[in-house]
């Protein structure tokens, strides 16, 4: 009897261990093997690998997902990158200008930002200088007024339309002062000039002076182009000798500029034995370079984190600028925000390999040229900025840089004012984040077992189902 007790008791955790087993056998001679129950196993089979490779190739591989977020910096200033051709401005007349919402109004920025005039055939020729401020040139004064001294004649002869071309044509070298008569730089020059004309009269230089009023004789100055007054232009053998004067303005500086231009030529060679028999100061005359009328401006600019806009202007500090004759046919050969250096670095272009082009809108207006097709319009730029981190590279800190968008149309200007090429930027306030996205190891092991483990019993079901079926019919 206790022996027996001893058993049960050694047998009873035993049996209470297998009154929880989940996976109970079935004796082999209880089963039925069918044709049917083999096939069903085989699809099973087949779907089993097939899910298994294809959640497995899912699970290794990532993909490119963004997120919108506000835009985590927080540096009060944004660098804005640019490289613009202005096909038809010359680098004399052009002022770069920032405004902004904050109230910040520079203008004729001189830091970070270069000027080179170009050739005709779109290469760098002469440097212009960190967008300098331009030097103001010398007018000289007077005792008389220019009616006092027209007493005794007028000596700068006034050109017209059809005297132009004969007044070009008589003089082997010709001196012509175009001028606008609300210009107040023309005002000042005009009893200069005039004296000027008295002196090379006086003097019997081999030179004709002479004046051309841009409002009366607005033909003539269009088809010269003129775009700023006072414009002083030499003539040689009837042709323009560029540049344009741009000295001083006073009598003795146009002397001796006329004076150098006459000894240029071979048949005043003996210009210079003359000047010294006279005891005269002789400057050895410069070879005059082709002037050409494209500017490319370039550089960097710190702007505030807010809306506003930079702007290219036709400006000079010692003319009076024709509205009639600006033209700001232009070239963005560049045009980025933030470091330069980010977008170009070997580990960015790695990064962005893979990343979707409508990720990639860092410099969409480079290589865009805008004509103006007629004067008094200009092309003006709204560009919206977006903040963009890139973080596609595991166990390395994100690229921060800038997207952005931008629509261009030409805008109309009144007939009294200078257009502007405008740029207008707007930051915004969110953020893009750009990042690989992969699964996790615990979400690939449920998919797995939810693939063994569904595929068996929805075909375990199917195959009790179909044998039911094919076993009723044979009865």
Request: proline fraction near 4%.
């Amino acid at each position: 009897m206790s022996s027996m007790g001893a058993g049960g008791g050694r047998g009873g955790p035993g049996r209470m261990a297998s009154s929880v087993d989940f996976y109970r056998r079935i004796p082999k001679d209880l089963t039925e093997s069918t044709s049917l129950g083999a096939m069903m196993s085989m699809v099973a089979l087949t779907i089993m690998v097939v899910l298994f490779v294809s959640e497995t190739y899912a699970f290794m591989t990532t993909r490119l997902v963004t997120t919108v977020v506000l835009d985590p910096d927080t540096s009060e200033r944004l660098r804005l990158n640019f490289n613009v051709t202005f096909h038809d401005l010359h680098c004399d007349y052009a002022s770069v200008d920032v405004l902004d919402s904050l109230g910040t109004n520079r203008q004729n920025i001189t830091k970070n930002v270069e000027k080179w005039q170009l050739d005709s055939t779109g290469f760098r020729r002469v440097f212009s200088g960190r967008n300098r401020e331009v030097k103001e040139v010398v007018h000289q004064e007077h005792d008389e007024t220019l009616e006092e001294m027209h007493e005794d004649g007028v000596h700068a002869v006034p050109l017209t339309q059809e005297s132009i071309g004969k007044f070009i044509k008589d003089h082997d070298m010709a001196f012509i002062n175009f001028f606008a008569p609300w210009c107040i730089w023309c005002q000042r020059l005009h009893p200069t000039w005039e004296r000027f004309a008295e002196s090379v009269e006086d003097e019997d230089l081999p030179l004709g002076v002479g004046t051309v009023d841009c409002v009366d004789q607005a033909d003539v100055c269009r088809s010269h182009m003129i775009r700023a007054f006072p414009l002083l232009r030499w003539f040689h053998d009837g042709e323009p000798v560029t540049p344009d004067y741009k000295g001083d303005r006073t009598v003795d500086a146009l002397l001796a500029y006329s004076e150098k231009k006459i000894e240029m030529d071979d048949k005043y060679k003996n210009w210079k034995k003359e000047a010294d028999r006279k005891g005269q100061k002789f400057v050895q005359p410069q070879k005059s370079r082709p002037d050409h009328q494209a500017c490319q401006i370039s550089g960097y600019l710190m702007v505030n984190r807010v809306p506003g806009n930079f702007h290219v202007i036709a400006d000079s500090v010692n003319h009076n600028l024709n509205p009639s004759m600006t033209n700001l046919t232009h070239t963005v050969n560049h045009l980025s925000f933030g470091d330069p250096i980010i977008i170009q670095s070997r580990r960015t272009q790695r990064n962005l390999i893979n990343v979707p082009s409508e990720h990639k809108q860092f410099t969409p207006l480079d290589g865009v040229t805008f004509i103006n097709q007629e004067f008094h319009r200009a092309f003006h730029h709204y560009i919206k900025v977006v903040s963009t981190q890139i973080d596609t590279e595991k166990r390395a800190s994100p690229i921060n840089t800038y997207q952005f968008i931008a629509q261009s149309q030409s805008v109309h200007y009144k007939e009294d004012e200078v257009p502007e090429a405008r740029f207008s930027y707007d930051i915004s306030p969110m953020g893009v984040v750009v990042g690989k996205e992969g699964r996790k190891w615990y979400d690939y092991l449920t998919s797995l077992f939810a693939i063994i483990g569904g595929t068996f019993t929805t075909l375990g079901l199917i195959d009790a189902t179909l044998y039911k079926m094919f076993k009723a019919k044979k009865i």
